[in-house]
Every structure is written in structure tokens, then in C-alpha cells.
């Protein structure tokens, strides 16, 4: 819908050296997370506790340090493919997994979506330019846990679309947090989402939805972004 064009994608890196236990997908030929299919897997929502509740806070805790890394080198004429550079530096020496590298044979180790690129965008040779909006998306995996974290950065000055865009799914996103409480069913959120996006004049996107993180990187519970959704489970 805009100027944004795919451009040149450098080749595929292999697991960072000395991230120790590899995700199921890492190595296999089509990059398929064969835990995730398991039906005991899709239909039970972990409960962490103890050491792993440890280990799950230590992962997030550096994939937070990654992010924050990476956006100190987002700037114009940074190119995503740069950036990707640096987060798997960032994780080899933490030795952490860079979780989406491999990933159903997505070939990055993060995920760079400026502009209409929703999300999943895959970093490659184009410069990023003044006036873009820019989403950093960054998942790690520490001893076995995964983390997901992403933010959209300002670069330099964005026009008033772009700018009530970010600031609607920012709203969106204070307002479903909110509700995190024992005893919240997780299709709740999803109207209090759509309710924050249309004040700012903005629409959701359905296709798309939340997810849980632990052992697996993209696990039960799925959180809707809409109204009136099926998602099942209550927050313990």
C-alpha cells in the first residue's frame, strides 16, 4: 500500500556458537517446531513456578537487554540487515538462542517491520529513512525459556498518522494490561484492545493475535485482539 519494497536478503547464519540447548526447530530442514504440534502442549496452559519461574524472568529480563541494545543502533541508513547482525552478536555472547532464526525457516534472528509491514518483517539490505516507524521484534531463548518482546521507534520526525498509529496500539496495549490479574479469562482482553484502537480512530488486525512464551516460543494461551473471541483459559 506504500513505497516499501522487499530488498536484498544476506544468507541464512547458523545456532550462535555457546547458546547451549537448542529449540527442536534450530536444526531441523524445514525449521518446524515439532513441540508445538504436540496436543498435550496446545491445550495446557503452563503455570510456572520455582527455578523455572526463575529461569522464564532471567529470559525476558535479557531479551529486554537485547532490545535495548539493538535500538541504540536505530537510526537513518541503518539497514535491518545490520541490525540483525548485531542482535545475534548480542546473543551469542549471552549466550542466549535467537529464537525466530530458523523458525519455520524464517532466516533472521529478529524481526525488523517498518512502515505497513504489520509484523514478521524480514531484515534485509534496504536503509531504513527519516520519517519511518520502525518495529523491533525480539525473541531469546535462555536454558529451554523463550521471551517475546517487540517496540516501535520513532525515526526522526513521523507524520500524524504514523504517529496516532503507535500511539493507538500503545493505549491498546496499557489498557489490556490492566485486566492481568488471577481470574481474568483471556477473551476478555480482546474487547478492551479494539475498544483503545478505534478511540484513536484505528482498526485492529484479526489475523494476528498474542501468544504465551515459555518452552515454547509460541504457546497457549492465544490472546485475540477483537471482540467477542473464543479464546479459552483464565490468568492464574
Known amino acids: 500500500t506504500g513505497a516499501l519494497r522487499p530488498h536484498r536478503v ?6 550462535p556458537e555457546g547458546c547451549g540447548s537448542l529449540p527442536d526447530y534450530a536444526l531441523h530442514p524445514k525449521g518446524v517446531p515439532r513441540s508445538e504440534f ?8 503452563p503455570v510456572l513456578e520455582g527455578a523455572e519461574l526463575d529461569t522464564m524472568r532471567e529470559a525476558c529480563r535479557l531479551g529486554r537487554e537485547v532490545l535495548d541494545l539493538a535500538a541504540r543502533y536505530l537510526r537513518a541508513g541503518v539497514t535491518g540487515d545490520q541490525l540483525d547482525r548485531i542482535v545475534y552478536a548480542a546473543c551469542r555472547d549471552r549466550g542466549l538462542y535467537p529464537s525466530p532464526l530458523n523458525y519455520f525457516k524464517f532466516p533472521k534472528s529478529l524481526c525488523v517491520s517498518p512502515n505497513e509491514v504489520i509484523c514478521h518483517g524480514i531484515p534485509d539490505s534496504r536503509p ?9 521484534d525480539i525473541s531469546v531463548c535462555h536454558r529451554g525459556f ?3 518482546l517487540n517496540e516501535t ?3 526522526g520526525k513521523v507524520d500524524d498518522d504514523s504517529e496516532r498509529l503507535v500511539c493507538a496500539a500503545y493505549e ?4 489490556a494490561s490492566e485486566m492481568i490479574r ?26 494476528y493475535c498474542g501468544h504465551g512464551v515459555g518452552k515454547l516460543f509460541h504457546g497457549p494461551p492465544d490472546v485475540p485482539h ?3 473471541n473464543k479464546a479459552v483459559g483464565v490468568m492464574r
Open 10 to 15: 544476506s544468507p541464512q547464519l547458523g545456532p
Open 182 to 207: 488471577p481470574g481474568t479469562m483471556y477473551r476478555e482482553l480482546g474487547a478492551r484492545i479494539q475498544d483503545a484502537a478505534e478511540q484513536r480512530g484505528c482498526v485492529v488486525v484479526p489475523a
Open 128 to 136: 531504513i529513512e527519516e520519517g519511518d516507524i520502525v518495529n523491533l
Open 146 to 148: 523463550h521471551s517475546d
Open 172 to 175: 491498546a496495549l496499557r489498557a
Open 38 to 45: 504436540l496436543r498435550s502442549n496446545r491445550r495446557t496452559i
Open 153 to 155: 521507534f520513532f525515526i
Open 226 to 228: 477483537y471482540r467477542r
